[in-house]
C-alpha cells in the first residue's frame, strides 16, 4: 500500500512540474483590444483574421459581411477602414499576398474572392487545369512566401496548390481514416499543417512531400475543438480551442509545449475564438468571434 501511495504522490509531482515547465516556455502579455472600425461600427461575429505585410491586420468582419483593415502601430491597433464588396456576403477566412492582395473565403457561396490592397475587386479565384475533380470546396486557405494558394479543399479531400496566377501546381490527398479538417497553414520552410479537429491531430507534409505524416496526436489531452492553426517564424505552433477558450503551444516536432489564455470577457480572455495570426514582430492577433473584437498580444 505505502509502495502504491508513493507511486501516485510520484506521479503527481511529476505531472505538475512537467505542467510548470510548459507552463513558462511563452508567455502572452495582453496589450490590447478594438471592438470598432475608425467610424465607430461595431465588429460582428469576425471569424477569419490574417497578419498582412509588416503592419496590417485584415479581420473577416462576418456578421457584417465585410473586412476591416487594421494598422499596427506601437503594439496597438489602429484606424480600421471598411472593405466592403458585393461579392462577399460572409467572409470566413482571408489569406493575403506579398502584394497586399487578398483571398477572402465566402461561407455563404464558397466561393473565394480576390481583392486588390485598396479592397477593389479582381474576381473569383477560378483554378487552371486541376485534375478531377475540377470543382473544389474550400474549408480554409493560406499562402507561403512566394504567393502560391493553398486551399484545404473537403470536397475533392485534399490540399490544393496554385501558383500566383492560380495555375494547379499539385495536390496532396488527404490521409484514410481522418476525421474533419477545419485549417491549415504553411511555415517559413514551406511545411504545409493541417489539423484535424474531430481526431485531435496535426499532419504534416513538408515543401514538396506528395503524402502527409502525422505531427501530432492525442491532443483531445490539452484542447477540446480546435479550429485554428497558426505558426510564428521560429516554427512553433499554436492552436485555437475554440469549444474551451484556450492557445494551444506546439512545438516544431508537434509536442506539448503549454495551454494558455481562458474563457471570459475582460481584456486578455476569449469566448469562442475563430483564428489567430502572428504578425512579423511576432505579435500574437486572436478573432474573439463571440466577444465581437480583436485581441492583440505579445508573445514573451
Given at each position: 500500500?505505502?509502495?502504491?501511495?508513493?507511486?501516485?504522490?510520484?506521479?503527481?509531482?511529476?505531472g505538475?512540474?512537467?505542467?510548470?515547465?510548459?507552463?513558462?516556455?511563452?508567455?502572452?502579455?495582453?496589450?490590447?483590444?478594438?471592438y470598432?472600425?475608425?467610424?465607430?461600427?461595431?465588429?460582428?461575429?469576425?471569424?477569419?483574421v490574417?497578419?498582412?505585410?509588416?503592419?496590417?491586420?485584415?479581420?473577416a468582419?462576418?456578421?457584417n459581411?465585410?473586412?476591416?483593415?487594421?494598422?499596427?502601430?506601437?503594439d496597438?491597433?489602429?484606424?480600421?477602414?471598411?472593405?466592403?464588396?458585393?461579392?462577399?456576403?460572409?467572409?470566413?477566412?482571408v489569406?493575403?499576398?506579398?502584394?497586399?492582395?487578398?483571398f477572402?473565403?465566402?461561407?455563404?457561396?464558397?466561393?473565394?474572392?480576390r481583392?486588390?490592397?485598396?479592397?477593389?475587386?479582381?474576381?473569383?479565384?477560378?483554378?487552371?487545369n486541376?485534375?478531377?475533380?475540377?470543382?473544389?470546396?474550400?474549408?480554409?486557405?493560406?499562402?507561403d512566401?512566394?504567393?502560391?494558394?493553398?486551399?484545404?479543399?473537403?470536397?475533392?479531400?485534399?490540399?490544393?496548390?496554385?501558383?500566383?496566377?492560380?495555375?494547379?501546381?499539385?495536390?496532396i490527398p488527404?490521409?484514410?481514416?481522418?476525421?474533419?479538417?477545419?485549417?491549415?497553414?504553411?511555415?517559413?520552410?514551406?511545411?504545409?499543417?493541417?489539423?484535424?479537429?474531430?481526431?485531435?491531430?496535426?499532419?504534416?507534409?513538408a515543401?514538396?512531400?506528395?503524402?502527409?505524416?502525422?505531427?501530432?496526436?492525442?491532443l483531445?489531452?490539452?484542447?477540446?475543438?480546435?479550429?485554428?492553426?497558426?505558426?510564428d517564424?521560429?516554427?512553433?505552433i499554436?492552436?485555437?480551442?475554440?469549444?474551451?477558450?484556450?492557445?494551444?503551444?506546439?512545438?516544431?516536432?508537434?509536442?506539448?509545449?503549454?495551454?494558455y489564455?481562458?474563457?471570459?470577457?475582460?481584456?486578455?480572455?476569449?469566448?469562442?475564438?475563430?483564428?489567430?495570426?502572428?504578425?512579423?514582430?511576432?505579435d500574437?492577433?486572436?478573432?474573439?468571434?463571440?466577444?465581437?473584437?480583436?485581441q492583440?498580444?505579445?508573445?514573451?
Amino acid at each position: 500500500m505505502k509502495r502504491y501511495v508513493s507511486a501516485v504522490l510520484c506521479c503527481l509531482v511529476m505531472g505538475v512540474a512537467t505542467h510548470a515547465r510548459a507552463a513558462d516556455t511563452i508567455k502572452f502579455k495582453f496589450l490590447n483590444a478594438v471592438y470598432l472600425d475608425v467610424k465607430g461600427a461595431p465588429l460582428y461575429s469576425p471569424e477569419g483574421v490574417v497578419c498582412a505585410g509588416k503592419s496590417s491586420v485584415v479581420v473577416a468582419d462576418s456578421g457584417n459581411g465585410r473586412l476591416v483593415k487594421y494598422q499596427l502601430t506601437n503594439d496597438e491597433l489602429k484606424d480600421g477602414i471598411e472593405i466592403k464588396a458585393a461579392q462577399i456576403s460572409y467572409p470566413i477566412r482571408v489569406a493575403a499576398n506579398t502584394k497586399g492582395e487578398l483571398f477572402v473565403l465566402d461561407g455563404k457561396t464558397r466561393k473565394v474572392v480576390r481583392l486588390a490592397a485598396d479592397g477593389t475587386f479582381l474576381g473569383y479565384l477560378d483554378p487552371q487545369n486541376v485534375p478531377e475533380p475540377s470543382a473544389f470546396v474550400a474549408r480554409s486557405l493560406a499562402t507561403d512566401k512566394g504567393d502560391n494558394l493553398y486551399l484545404l479543399d473537403i470536397l475533392g479531400e485534399r490540399v490544393l496548390i496554385l501558383d500566383p496566377a492560380g495555375k494547379f501546381l499539385r495536390q496532396i490527398p488527404f490521409p484514410k481514416g481522418y476525421g474533419f479538417f477545419s485549417d491549415l497553414n504553411v511555415d517559413q520552410r514551406g511545411n504545409i499543417l493541417v489539423l484535424d479537429s474531430v481526431k485531435g491531430e496535426v499532419i504534416k507534409a513538408a515543401k514538396d512531400a506528395a503524402a502527409f505524416q502525422t505531427l501530432a496526436t492525442g491532443l483531445q489531452a490539452y484542447l477540446y475543438f480546435s479550429v485554428s492553426i497558426e505558426t510564428d517564424n521560429q516554427g512553433r505552433i499554436f492552436l485555437l480551442d475554440q469549444n474551451d477558450n484556450a492557445v494551444i503551444l506546439l512545438g516544431q516536432d508537434g509536442s506539448f509545449q503549454g495551454r494558455y489564455l481562458g474563457m471570459g470577457w475582460k481584456g486578455g480572455q476569449l469566448y469562442y475564438p475563430s483564428q489567430a495570426c502572428v504578425t512579423e514582430s511576432g505579435d500574437f492577433v486572436i478573432a474573439d468571434r463571440n466577444n465581437n473584437r480583436l485581441q492583440l498580444f505579445k508573445i514573451q
